[in-house]
């Protein structure tokens, strides 16, 4: 079972800016770092976000994190079809001891 | 380059155990931890535990304990997640990730940057 809850799904039209909450509690978001992960279809996820808002080397400045007490944010602007995809956010959590991982969220680019 | 390579397919019958391996090659192995990771079949993203290439410590996952082991050959540069007792919703692709380097006697964490191909294991009778 996820603790850290998102979106099932979100959508825009190329060059649009689409945004994914993440939300969860104290004893995850609230005090640990938050992490995106992208998983286009039959690969294996990418990270994309660490650190809530550094971003990786290779990773375009399109995507960008953000967190505010026990929510993360990731956007995702200039919209493209290479989009498309599940996103993920993960944070560890000091009550399970352990990483969790977000419900995931469908990005469709209409 | 930096990757992580995943043996083949398994399927196993329920009560079995499934030993997955994940080759490391293109950083020094004993620098970074490896992260496990599973995803059943149409569903999100379950964290199965994490151990240290440099020394062993393991942590799991509270709903694997006792299950779960993970161990590493720094001779060849291999990560290795063991799961007993497979039951059914144990059928899932698994992921080695490498998450977690060490400077000095700390680990810092900036994500699982680097992701094997995964393995499937189906769990039937």
């Known amino acids: 079972q996820s603790v850290l809850t998102q979106p099932p799904s979100a959508s825009g039209t190329p060059g649009q800016r689409v945004t994914i909450s993440c939300s969860g509690s104290?004893?995850?978001?609230?005090?640990?770092?938050v992490y995106w992960y992208q998983q286009l279809p039959g690969t294996a996820p990418k990270l994309l976000i660490y650190r809530n808002n550094q971003r990786p080397s290779g990773v375009p400045d399109r995507f960008s994190g953000s967190k505010s007490g026990t929510s993360a944010s990731l956007a995702i602007s200039g919209l493209r079809s290479e989009d498309e995809a599940d996103y993920y956010c993960a944070a560890w959590d000091d009550s399970l001891s352990g990483k969790v991982f977000g419900t995931g969220t469908k990005v469709t680019v209409l | 380059q930096v990757q992580l390579v995943q043996s083949g397919a398994e399927v196993k019958k329920p009560g079995a155990s499934v030993k997955v391996s994940c080759k490391a090659s293109g950083y020094t192995f004993t620098s970074y931890g490896i992260s496990w990771v599973r995803q059943a079949p149409g569903q999100g993203l379950e964290w199965m535990g994490w151990?240290?290439?440099?020394?062993?410590?393991?942590n799991y996952a509270q709903k694997l304990q006792g299950r779960v082991t993970m161990t590493t050959d720094t001779s060849t540069s291999t990560a290795y997640m063991e799961l007993r007792s497979l039951r059914s919703d144990d059928t899932a692709v698994y992921y080695c990730?490498?998450?977690?380097?060490?400077?000095?006697?700390?680990?810092?964490?900036?994500?699982?940057?680097?992701w094997g191909q995964g393995t499937t294991v189906t769990v039937s009778s």
């Open positions: 104290s004893s995850n978001i609230g005090s640990n770092y």
């Open positions: 990730a490498r998450e977690g380097v060490i400077v000095g006697a700390l680990y810092y964490y900036y994500g699982m940057d680097v």
């Open positions: 151990i240290s290439a440099y020394n062993g410590n393991t």
